[in-house]
């Protein structure tokens, strides 16, 4: 099957059953994106697909194809940081950061649709992707400056 | 006295002349690498092994280096495994400020386990001395813990103490190197070493020619290091104490550092493990043929316990896995969640007793006759899991042995993987990675060991082993289960007579058995976090009782007091509400300790107490001292109609010296939500010897829409450097069950709390 991942289209021969995850992980090697939990609780592996935020985890690769699929690889690159990126280095907002590749992909697709957020609706936005580490002020505080740079206010 | 376990004071001009910092052990010196110079410690006593045996002849077997410099770079190690605490940067921010390096002009790495890199600060605490008794006694005694803990050769990271232990070895080996480098320079110049200066990694002559330190690695490695060097006074440091971009921070926030999960390598395969859910159990038996047959599975394997299915794939494996069938045998523990407590509720006895820790006035008289307020606490098992699943990459061969893992006891892993494997200790190689968070989960082996023997049978081929989450939380050694059955008096207004029974399992004794050995005498952890308040209440007793082990426990962020306080603090709450005191006011009446007064005062100042919040809102305090760290926390928290809202904390800690405030505040943050979290909604339970929570859903500790602003104040007035990764977690539980009192009148003395409140 054919997945479109990061701008480029990739061949793989997978079971039409398994996780896009394990198809970015251990097949195209694309390690930025997690496993945390494999149920959809944790939110480490959100992707965006077609710009919504989904847990690769929980969606096959079969339902992925004919699809453009964005992972935090593809989002932006120490060189070229997205915004969201750009406000995470800036709030080091990462402990040990594993959870920290889901959190900004979910706050990407978020702030894409909602450019000028309310603290509530950051706080619902952000609530299914869980931080052992408690960074959650510091999320908080990024989420609000990348809105800003992303408004261009 | 011990320095290199007792932090220097911060006496303006530090004289440390190297070769006494560690006089027991180490000697600061210098060896020829390729092309340059290494700096580092060589021990004097029995060498452990040497991490760089590969890299260096035979004679040099005991050197540890440092700081490494070559031609090409410059390379710090720091030794502390990095499981979120930012250690890797402050490590090598020590280094870097005394050696006039700037943040871009040096590799780090972890380097290999070694004896060599002990962590001295960790054993400080296994004794029972307040921290601030530094008598002989108290110094023999650490003495002694050091000595068991260079043993073990740990080399751990826990107990927060690796910016204690860090901050005079890893400057001294900045001033040593930097010291060496300008003697290099002289050599080559002729310019006396007075009239040289360094900055941003080169010497800088009077002429204000530079000469790199890569240019003068080769000419330094033929001097004998300076020893005789003096430490920066702080007034003129660039990177301590000031914010500083970590080092790790872009990789980890652009999906680009490599943890150990992420691991890769050429041919390597896959795998699984199912290993009784009865921790400790048999494999009876099982069924596997349906596993065999599916896509991608190269071999299923009998382990101890367990089976274990090599995959080309994680999910692959992981599925296959979940097909096999077992008949497990019983657990070598009660079944059921209430046999646990039944077992701790039984050992509030004379045969029980670990350990009397203070008895101040007498509680027996002041409790016969007077009216005596009573009650039972309890707090639960409770999991580690941290966000990445524990997962380790292994090879084995004939000779030898490559092990990838992220641990904190780097040591203790490779004695594992030499044990399964049969190889001799020098053979195995341990490569410390990156960890998705830790908690004390990483200072388990049970991993390790499973990877060792899964290489073992699989000789040759690279394999990764990766945890499922289901398989991570149902194997997880959790927090002590611990009760408390605490008794008080009050006369006057104030708080009389605090007699406090604690019967814990002890997660020290529970880890020393899985590691073959046990510690003699009562475990201070028990007791910590209520023997050690610094209150002069006139009948004042704590005493703790030792429960058998029941289920494998383990060290939990914080250990004892993660428990103790809670017991200790609320207890004492309802001793000043029943007195009808203010809970702030009756605290600091109650206490002359400077610091305790100050983090009380200063934590009293930012939530402005004693003014009102209004109807069905309430403020709780709390004070504990973790592993030498002392903290005040006040809670604040809305009663609404549909449950608890938790708006603000306030945090003052006493930590004498900041290394990195972003990273402080980050670290009193997450250390806030992690005790607020657990205490709210997590609990493991077991039926029919299983732990019943496997993934997140069932222990779900704080969402971020839960969380509340958490406000932080370091204090840096004492003169010692402490540890922050822990003790923000033991006042946090306490403190929000004194808030909820405060605006509900219900007292909640079980956690977790939303057994008998919501949260909203
Ligand atoms: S790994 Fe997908 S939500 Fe947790
Ligand atoms: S930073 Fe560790 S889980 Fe979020």
């Known amino acids: 099957m054919?997945?479109?991942?990061?701008?480029?289209?990739?061949?793989?021969?997978?079971?039409?059953?398994?996780?896009?995850?394990?198809?970015?992980?251990?097949?195209?090697?694309?390690?930025?994106?997690?496993?945390?939990?494999?149920?959809?609780?944790?939110?480490?592996?959100?992707?965006?697909?077609?710009?919504?935020?989904?847990?690769?985890?929980?969606?096959?690769?079969?339902?992925?194809?004919?699809?453009?699929?964005?992972?935090?690889?593809?989002?932006?690159t120490p060189a070229a940081r997205h915004a969201v990126q750009a406000a995470w280095i800036e709030h080091q907002v990462a402990q040990c950061g594993y959870c920290q590749s889901g959190q900004i992909m979910t706050a990407a697709a978020f702030l894409a649709k909602t450019p000028n957020p309310t603290d509530a609706e950051i706080d619902d936005a952000m609530s299914g992707n869980l931080c052992r580490c408690g960074t959650y002020p510091r999320i908080r505080a990024a989420v609000k400056a990348a809105a800003t740079t992303l408004s261009g206010n | 006295?011990?320095?290199?376990?007792?932090?220097?004071?911060?006496?303006?001009?530090?004289?440390?002349?190297?070769?006494?910092?560690?006089?027991?052990?180490?000697?600061?010196?210098?060896?020829?690498?390729?092309?340059?110079?290494?700096?580092?410690?060589?021990?004097?006593?029995?060498?452990?092994?040497?991490?760089?045996?590969?890299?260096?002849?035979?004679?040099?077997?005991?050197?540890?280096?440092?700081v490494k410099i070559s031609p090409k770079g410059i390379t710090l190690i720091t030794?502390?495994?990095?499981?979120?605490?930012?250690?890797?940067?402050?490590?090598?921010?020590?280094?870097?400020?005394?050696?006039?390096?700037?943040?871009?002009?040096?590799?780090?790495?972890?380097?290999?386990?070694?004896?060599?890199?002990?962590n001295t600060a960790l054993a400080g605490e296994t004794v029972p001395f307040l921290r601030n008794d530094h008598g002989i006694v108290a110094e023999s005694v650490r003495t002694i813990a050091d000595a068991m803990v260079k043993v073990m050769g740990m080399q751990s990271t826990g107990g927060s103490s690796s910016t204690i232990d860090s901050f005079v070895?890893?400057?001294?080996?900045?001033?040593?190197?930097?010291?060496?480098?300008?003697?290099?320079?002289?050599?080559?110049?002729?310019?006396?070493?007075?009239?040289?200066?360094?900055?941003?990694?080169?010497?800088?002559?009077?002429?204000?020619?530079?000469?790199?330190?890569?240019?003068?690695?080769?000419d330094a490695a033929k001097l004998s290091p300076v020893t005789d060097v003096v430490l920066r006074d702080p007034s003129q440091w660039r990177l301590i104490g000031k914010k500083m971009e970590r080092l790790d921070i872009v990789p980890k926030s652009t999906g680009t550092l490599t943890y150990g999960i992420d691991l890769d390598f050429k041919g390597m395969l896959y795998a699984a493990v199912k290993v009784s859910p009865r921790i400790g159990a048999a494999r009876l038996g099982y069924d596997a043929s349906k596993a065999k047959a599916m896509r991608g599975v190269k071999a299923i394997l009998e382990i101890p316990n367990g089976v274990a299915v090599i995959a080309d794939n994680t999910w692959r494996a992981f599925?296959?896995?979940?097909?096999?069938?077992?008949?497990?045998?019983?657990?070598?523990?009660?079944?059921?969640?209430?046999?646990?407590?039944?077992?701790?509720?039984?050992?509030?006895?004379?045969?029980?007793?670990?350990?009397?820790?203070?008895h101040e006035g007498d509680v027996d008289r002041a409790?016969?006759?007077?009216?005596?307020?009573?009650?039972?606490?309890?707090?639960?098992?409770?999991?580690?899991?941290?966000?990445?699943?524990?997962?380790?990459?292994?090879?084995?061969?004939?000779?030898?042995?490559?092990?990838?893992?992220?641990?904190?006891?780097?040591?203790?892993?490779?004695?594992?993987?030499?044990?399964?494997?049969?190889?001799?200790?020098?053979?195995?190689?341990?490569?410390?990675?990156?960890?998705?968070?830790?908690?004390?989960?990483r200072l388990e082996f049970d991993h390790v060991k499973l990877a060792a023997e899964i290489g073992r049978q699989m000789k040759g081929q690279v394999i990764k082993m990766t945890f499922s989450r289901e398989e991570d939380f149902t194997h997880d050694y959790p927090r002590q289960i611990a009760m408390a059955r605490p008794r008080g008096t009050v006369k006057n207004g104030r708080v009389e007579t605090c007699d406090l029974h604690i019967a814990a399992v002890s997660a020290a004794r529970s880890y020393m058995s899985r590691l073959g050995t046990s510690i003699p005498g009562a475990d201070l952890m028990l007791a910590a976090g209520a023997w050690d308040l610094p209150y002069k209440i006139p009948n004042f007793r704590v005493t703790t009782y030792a429960v058998p082990e029941?289920?494998?426990?383990?060290?939990?962020?914080?250990?004892?007091?993660?428990?103790?306080?809670?017991?200790?603090?609320?207890?004492?709450?309802?001793?000043?509400?029943?007195?009808?005191?203010?809970?702030?006011?009756?605290?600091?009446?109650?206490?002359?300790?400077?610091?305790?007064?100050?983090?009380?005062?200063?934590?009293?100042?930012?939530?402005?107490?004693?003014?009102?919040?209004?109807?069905?809102?309430g403020r709780g305090v709390a004070f504990a001292t973790t592993l030498g760290t002392p903290v005040a926390e006040v809670v604040e928290v809305w009663n609404t109609p549909d449950g608890i809202q938790i708006e603000k904390v306030y945090v003052a800690a006493e930590v004498g010296r900041i290394v990195d405030p972003v990273n402080f505040e980050n670290h009193v943050q997450g250390g806030v939500v992690w005790g607020l979290g657990h205490a709210m909604n997590c609990e493991i339970t077991y039926a029919d010897g299983?732990?019943?929570?496997?993934?997140?859903?069932?222990?779900?500790?704080?969402?971020?829409?839960?969380?509340?602003?958490?406000?932080?104040?370091?204090?840096?007035?004492?003169?010692?450097?402490?540890?922050i990764g822990e003790p923000p977690v033991p006042p946090a539980a306490p403190a929000l069950a004194n808030a909820i009192f405060a605006a509900t009148g219900k007292r909640i003395r079980e956690m977790p709390f939303n057994k008998h409140i919501n949260f909203v």
């Not at chain 2, 523990?333 to 006895?349: I, L, M, N």
């Not at chain 2, 001799?424 to 004390?440: D, I, K, T, W």
């Not at chain 2, 997140?696 to 010692?720: D, F, N, W």
Request: one cysteine or more; hydrophobic letters at 40%.
């Open chain 2, 550 to 617: 029941l289920a494998p426990v383990s060290s939990w962020r914080s250990v004892g007091p993660s428990t103790s306080a809670f017991f200790a603090d609320c207890f004492l709450d309802e001793l000043i509400h029943a007195a009808g005191a203010d809970p702030m006011e009756e605290r600091l009446r109650l206490t002359d300790d400077p610091e305790a007064r100050r983090v009380l005062e200063t934590v009293a100042r930012m939530s402005n107490w004693g003014s009102s919040l209004g109807p069905n809102r």
């Open chain 2, 319 to 358: 599925q296959a896995a979940d097909a096999i069938t077992f008949t497990w045998g019983k657990a070598p523990y009660p079944p059921d969640q209430d046999a646990h407590w039944a077992e701790v509720g039984r050992s509030f006895t004379k045969e029980r007793l670990d350990k009397e820790w203070r």
């Open chain 2, 690 to 723: 299983m732990i019943q929570q496997p993934n997140y859903h069932v222990h779900e500790a704080m969402r971020l829409r839960q969380c509340p602003e958490i406000i932080v104040k370091g204090i840096e007035t004492s003169a010692e450097i402490r540890g």
């Open chain 2, 169 to 218: 070895k890893l400057r001294t080996a900045g001033a040593v190197a930097r010291e060496t480098l300008k003697e290099a320079a002289f050599k080559r110049t002729g310019i006396p070493v007075r009239d040289l200066r360094t900055a941003s990694g080169a010497v800088i002559l009077p002429d204000a020619t530079k000469i790199p330190y890569t240019q003068l690695a080769g």
């Open chain 1, 2 to 76: 054919e997945l479109n991942v990061d701008g480029t289209i990739h061949v793989v021969d997978v079971e039409a059953d398994m996780p896009l995850l394990w198809v970015l992980r251990d097949e195209l090697k694309l390690k930025g994106t997690k496993y945390g939990c494999g149920a959809g609780l944790c939110g480490a592996c959100t992707v965006h697909i077609k710009g919504e935020a989904v847990r690769s985890c929980s969606i096959s690769a079969g339902d992925a194809q004919n699809a453009p699929i964005t992972t935090i690889n593809g989002l932006g």
């Open chain 2, 1 to 66: 006295m011990d320095t290199a376990t007792t932090p220097e004071p911060s006496s303006p001009k530090t004289r440390s002349k190297a070769r006494t910092i560690g006089r027991r052990a180490f000697l600061v010196s210098s060896v020829v690498i390729a092309g340059g110079v290494a700096f580092g410690y060589y021990t004097v006593k029995k060498p452990h092994l040497n991490p760089l045996r590969d890299q260096l002849g035979p004679d040099e077997a005991t050197f540890n280096p440092w």
């Open chain 2, 79 to 118: 030794p502390h495994a990095d499981i979120g605490q930012g250690v890797a940067s402050m490590q090598a921010a020590l280094i870097a400020e005394e050696m006039d390096l700037d943040f871009g002009q040096f590799e780090i790495s972890q380097g290999t386990p070694s004896a060599a890199y002990y």
């Open chain 2, 367 to 441: 409790l016969s006759g007077a009216k005596v307020i009573e009650a039972e606490y309890r707090a639960p098992y409770v999991a580690h899991q941290p966000l990445e699943p524990l997962s380790a990459v292994i090879k084995v061969t004939d000779g030898r042995a490559d092990l990838w893992t992220a641990s904190q006891a780097p040591g203790i892993a490779q004695q594992k993987a030499a044990e399964v494997t049969g190889l001799p200790l020098e053979n195995v190689h341990v490569y410390n990675q990156y960890a998705g968070g830790s908690f004390g989960h």
